[in-house]
């Protein structure tokens, strides 16, 4: 879809909302740019989180932007067609539903739906650290989960879900290392960036990653954390922060070129 305002053929924005345990966040998104064109929105996640409480609140959301385009969302499950396969952190109805279509039919607008970490990592590679990078990436999301995006030479294996990987003794890294498990068991920087160590060690063995980007709020603090950490791989904090995951949402809805 394009406008053409000045003359010159561009495309009209898209609407990226990204689906998370604690809000939703949504915001038009330039493809061109992966700037914002509007001041985000964020609408508290209503509980319980039902397919059918996000669907209206996804469409209360395209209402505020009066959105009548393309729409991209995150969601933080496995996404197959647009069909939910998991739901790690999310009401287990979420499993085997059409996301795409119940969105669509609550919006009225041409959905596409991916995994959250998958859209944070479509941002981060085409606007953010990830930019030009080639080789194999991958970027973890850190927040009440951790949720990964894996790429090769810029392209992208979705799914991966390598926040459930079990570390030794059987711990769940997401739950062992995620911010969340900061918070609740109040660890200090050193702590966790232990444990985050021992987690990114994992990946670095398995997948010898060139870069490990390190996404999700708590990634601001990287200077706090950062020296827990020793892996073979080169880490840095993901540059566009918490707009990474509406920026990819909208990237991955955006009409091709
Ligand atoms: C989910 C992932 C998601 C991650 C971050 C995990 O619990 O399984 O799909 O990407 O949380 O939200």
Redesign the pocket.
């Known amino acids: 879809m394009t406008e053409t305002g000045t003359g010159t053929a561009f495309p009209a924005p898209v609407l990226g909302i990204d689906v998370?345990?604690s809000a939703l966040k949504g915001a038009p998104v330039d493809t061109r740019t992966g700037t914002l064109t509007a001041a985000r929105l964020l609408v508290p996640t209503p509980r319980p989180a039902t397919p059918a409480a996000i669907a209206a609140t996804v469409a209360g959301m395209a209402r505020h932007f009066a959105w009548q385009g393309p729409l991209g969302c995150g969601?933080?499950?496995?996404v197959r067609d647009g069909r939910a396969g998991?739901?790690?952190?999310i009401d287990h109805s979420w499993i085997g539903t059409d996301v795409g279509a119940l969105f669509g039919a609550a919006t009225g607008c041409p959905v596409t739906v991916l995994?959250?970490?998958?859209a944070a990592g479509l941002a981060e590679m085409r606007f953010g650290a990830g930019k030009g990078q080639r080789g194999t990436v991958i970027l973890v999301?850190i927040?009440?989960?951790?949720?990964?995006a894996l790429f090769h030479d810029g392209v992208l294996v979705p799914?991966t879900?390598l926040?459930?990987l079990r570390l030794p003794g059987d711990l769940v890294a997401?739950h062992f290392a995620s911010a969340a498990a900061k918070r609740r068991e109040q660890l200090d920087w050193p702590a966790w960036a232990g444990r985050l160590n021992l987690y990114l060690g994992q990946l670095d063995a398995f997948f010898s990653p060139d870069l490990i980007i390190l996404g999700g709020a708590i990634s601001g603090d990287f200077a706090a954390f950062s020296p827990g950490l020793s892996l073979r791989a080169a880490v840095c904090p993901a540059l566009l922060g918490n707009d990474a995951g509406i920026v990819g949402a909208a990237l991955a809805a955006a009409p091709p070129p």
């Open positions: 998370g345990g969601i933080p499950a496995v998991t739901a790690a952190n995994n959250d970490a998958d999301t927040g009440t989960g951790l949720g990964t799914n879900e926040g459930h997401e």
